[in-house]
């Protein structure tokens, strides 16, 4: 079965950097592409990001184009998100997912705030 796992997640001051990442098992993670989704309290859960398979095509959300980050390593079986210059707006609960199945992870918590 597909499991994704998020981590990374935690307590940061505006302009501040976190690393996401998210371990992938159950399905051939080098052939599937992978994404970045996010839900702030009281908000629906928006896309943020998302990486091709080899890594060649990613795509951001308006957002946080020029601030985010979204890579992988396929060695590894995990997909990451690189956050510069956060914003208290960022402050969500983020989620991980394989484009082509209905899984999520179980989300790591990030905050915002001075």
């Known amino acids: 079965q597909v499991q994704l796992v998020e981590s990374g997640g935690g307590l940061v001051e505006p302009g501040g950097s976190l690393r996401l990442s998210c371990a992938a098992s159950?399905?051939?993670?080098?052939?599937?592409?992978m994404s970045w989704y996010r839900q702030a309290p009281g908000k629906e859960r928006d896309f943020i990001a998302m990486?091709?398979?080899?890594?060649?095509?990613?795509n951001l959300a308006d957002s946080v184009k020029g601030r985010f980050t979204i890579s992988r390593d396929n060695a590894k079986k995990t997909v990451y998100l690189q956050m510069n210059n956060l914003k208290p707006e960022d402050t969500a609960v983020y989620y991980c997912?394989?484009?082509?199945?209905?899984?999520w992870g179980p989300g790591t918590q990030v905050t915002v705030s001075s």
């Open positions: 159950g399905f051939t993670f080098s052939s599937a592409a």
């Open positions: 997912k394989a484009l082509a199945y209905r899984s």
């Open positions: 990486i091709s398979s080899a890594g060649g095509i990613t």
